[in-house]
């Protein structure tokens, strides 16, 4: 049986007719960036996530990039950012001249820890960056704390977690100053090429980031500020604008392939419950977690991932991988340790629980049109190597 990581073609399918007359549309019109279409999609994301302003912006990276040149981070500037992230929410950072100040992740999550955040804390940090990671919403009560006890503006990298809340009614980018999304074909909202847009419920910020993603431009050939080329195409916004209404049904068919997966692992014998946190023989397989925070909590997870952690993660990736099962390591090297960032000298030993997580973690196929059959070979193989 084959059972790729991700298989775009059949959500195309389910909707073909009405994506490709959007297309059309789109093509017959000529409007080919900006306009109509991507002002629909700034209405429905805004109102979809609960915040007054969308802007569309060219990826998530240009968002978060955005973002941080929105609150103006300048050269030495510190920045406060989980160590076990994509690499793009480290790397804008960078770009700008300021420092990432790299943070241990949360031993269910694996999001930054709260915990850690405070003592790193000084005169030069500017913002702290929560990554909602593989779709479950950072611990923002906490963060937010500190946040407003230093008077430092919070900036969600939601990438990963469209849809994904923190407690009822609190979407996952409306609880920062901004929210910076992304629609890499991947993501549980995914376009028909690059896009991403940012959230915000300031009046002043969305339109300094709508003259942002046009060169800062405002009247027409007149700077006050430089931005650059950020803005959104038609076409994509399109294909967004006809995917939106679909999206809570995918988030729900994702967890419920995450709850089978969980429960046949439990059955198989690979695994006692959810949340365990090391390995022994009666837990060969350690599940991800959905936490709830206090009681009347509904932390709602999207699984943008599904990530189990094993030992020999790669031979397992590679038996999975002969019986036809597509898996992917995200991420195999946190921050700490890139080659990129070794002038920070940073401190392997400061990150024990990510780097347990990039030693062992393994993304499973969770897209919504999977079907039971498919994961229950999966769970079967699993069992097979183990
Ligand atoms: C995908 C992703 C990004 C970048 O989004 P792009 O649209 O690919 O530029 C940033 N942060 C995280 C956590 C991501 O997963």
Redesign the pocket.
């Known amino acids: 049986m084959k059972v790729p990581l991700l298989d775009l073609k059949l959500q195309y399918q389910s909707l073909k007719s009405e994506i490709d007359n959007a297309l059309i549309k789109v093509a017959k019109s000529q409007m080919l960036i900006l306009g109509e279409e991507v002002e629909k999609l700034e209405n429905s994301i805004a109102g979809y996530v609960g915040t007054r302003y969308a802007v569309g912006v060219s990826?998530?990276?240009?968002a978060?990039l955005m973002a941080l040149m929105e609150i103006e981070i300048k050269p030495g500037d510190e920045v406060i950012l989980p160590t076990y992230?994509?690499f793009?929410?480290a790397g804008v950072v960078a770009r700008l001249g300021a420092i990432p100040v790299f943070v241990d992740s949360e031993t269910y999550t694996f999001n930054i820890n709260p915990d850690k955040i405070k003592p790193l804390i000084n005169a030069k940090t500017k913002v702290i960056i929560p990554?909602h990671?593989y779709g479950q919403s950072a611990a923002m009560d906490d963060i937010m704390k500190i946040a407003e006890e230093f008077g430092i503006p919070v900036i969600e990298?939601c990438?990963?977690a469209i849809g994904a809340t923190y407690s009822y009614g609190r979407n996952v980018g409306s609880i920062g100053l901004m929210g910076?999304f992304?629609?890499?074909p991947t993501?549980n909202l995914g376009a028909f090429g690059?896009?991403?847009i940012i959230t915000t419920n300031d009046e002043t910020l969305a339109n300094k980031l709508k003259q942002m993603r046009n060169h800062g431009m405002s009247p027409k050939y007149y700077h006050k500020f430089i931005g650059g080329n950020f803005r959104l195409d038609a076409i994509q916004a399109a294909v967004l604008n006809v995917k939106l209404p679909h999206l809570e049904k995918w988030h729900e068919a994702r967890r419920k392939n995450a709850n089978l997966y969980s429960r046949l692992f439990i059955e198989a014998g690979l695994s006692e419950r959810e949340g365990i946190t090391e390995f022994n023989t009666k837990n060969p397989v350690l599940l991800p977690k959905a936490v709830y925070r206090d009681s009347g909590q509904t932390n709602y997870h999207i699984y943008n991932q599904y990530i189990i952690r094993v030992d020999n993660r790669d031979s397992l990736r590679g038996y999975l991988g002969d019986h036809g099962i597509g898996t992917e390591i995200y991420y195999p090297v946190p921050f700490h340790r890139q080659e990129c960032f070794s002038y920070l000298d940073n401190k392997d030993e400061n990150f024990p629980v990510a780097n347990f997580v990039a030693e062992h973690s393994l993304a499973l196929p969770i897209y919504p049109e999977l079907s039971e059959e498919q994961i229950v070979y999966v769970v079967e193989k699993i069992k097979e190597f183990i």
Not at 59 to 62: A, K
């Open positions: 990826s998530g990276t240009d978060l992230s994509f793009a929410t990554v990671l990298d990438a990963q910076c992304s629609f890499y993501k690059e896009g991403g």
